[in-house]
């Protein structure tokens, strides 16, 4: 993300607790380390290898004594933690309660990330739609979101949510434009693809979804309500990987659309991929997340699309093979 040109930093030496250390968690520890704060990053494990300078805490973060003595002096707090896709339902309202009462307990703010399945539906996204999705993910992310808030507005805890679409970047596997995607552009193989690859579709730059996490985290008049992270403009996958192939000298790879039929039989082996069916019109129309509320109360940007894919297919190229990310 291109720094604003309000100069923003957080104060050094503020405390900053992360719930979870995959690719976001990792990238908001990056960010608030480069800012002079302290890192606290908690994980199941209490391994945290891909954050350099932080502390490495092990607690489960759906124990709520657990996620307090986490949180003991923290100034800001992270909710970068999930469970299992297949999970959610049963799992995540648990997780992100127990950690936004340690936040509450600790008098931090909490900064939740979030994604768009709130809305429900496709289109042009801007921050004051209704949240009213009937899928089963979709409902879950709703309440999750209005549970956040009412905290905030009742006293609980001092909160704000950055949402963001689906997010891509090194480190990222995990993702519509993840392991999926980039090496079979790189090995000059077909792309597997589960939606229309010529409506536009916004994707958020992983750095850039930190950064607007820890400025959100470090501005008063950004809390009680949920921002946009600012991310490059929308494009057609097709557009994507045409820009991507241009970038790696590549030929732009065939797409194969890959049928709802075939996303339900892989979903008796691979939950994931039966999870995706119902989040099926998010790829099937025009999706697109107006982020120009941050951006102008915040003087921010997002990376440019070269920037972001030369980062991204460097670390596909040569990082992928021995980075290890998956910590919980």
């Known amino acids: 993300m291109t720094p604003p040109t309000s100069a923003f930093t957080c104060p050094a030496g503020r405390l900053h607790v992360i719930f979870g250390a995959g690719p976001l968690g990792t990238a908001v520890a990056r960010a608030a380390i480069a800012q002079g704060g302290r890192v606290r990053l908690v994980t199941r494990s209490g391994q945290a290898p891909g954050a350099p300078g932080a502390e490495a805490v092990a607690a489960d973060a759906a124990d709520p004594a657990s996620a307090r003595a986490a949180c003991e002096g923290a100034d800001v707090v992270y909710q970068c933690a999930a469970p299992a896709y ?78 963001a679409s689906d997010f891509f970047g090194p480190g990222v596997r995990v993702s519509a434009l993840g392991e999926r995607l980039w090496p079979a552009l790189l090995g000059g193989n077909a792309v597997a693809w589960f939606g229309d690859p010529d409506v536009a579709h916004s994707f958020t730059y992983v750095p850039d979804f930190a950064e607007t996490m820890v400025r959100l985290g470090g501005e008063h008049a950004a809390w009680g309500r949920a921002w946009h992270v600012p991310s490059p403009p929308a494009l057609s996958l097709r557009a994507l990987l045409e820009r991507a192939a241009g970038r790696a000298g590549a030929s732009p790879p065939t797409i194969r659309r890959t049928p709802r039929l075939v996303l339900r039989a892989a979903g008796l082996f691979v939950p994931a991929a039966g999870e995706m069916v119902e989040m099926a019109y998010c790829y099937d129309q025009r999706f697109v997340m107006i982020d120009s509320a941050c951006r102008e109360a915040f003087d921010m940007t997002a990376t440019s699309w070269d920037a972001a894919l030369d980062a991204t297919l460097a670390w596909w190229e040569t990082g992928a093979t021995t980075a290890t990310l998956a910590v919980v």
Do not use: C
């Not at 600790?106 to 739609?129: C, F, M």
């Open 86 to 163: 297949h999970r959610w339902t049963e799992a995540f309202p648990q997780l992100q309660q127990s950690i936004l009462q340690a936040a509450g307990a600790a008098g931090s703010v909490l900064v939740a990330a979030e994604n768009l399945y709130g809305y429900g539906v496709a289109g042009d996204l801007t921050e004051d739609l209704p949240m009213r999705a009937t899928t089963r993910k979709g409902r879950v992310r709703a309440a999750m979101s209005a549970r956040l808030i009412d905290a905030h507005r009742r006293g609980e805890v001092r909160a704000v949510a950055a949402r």
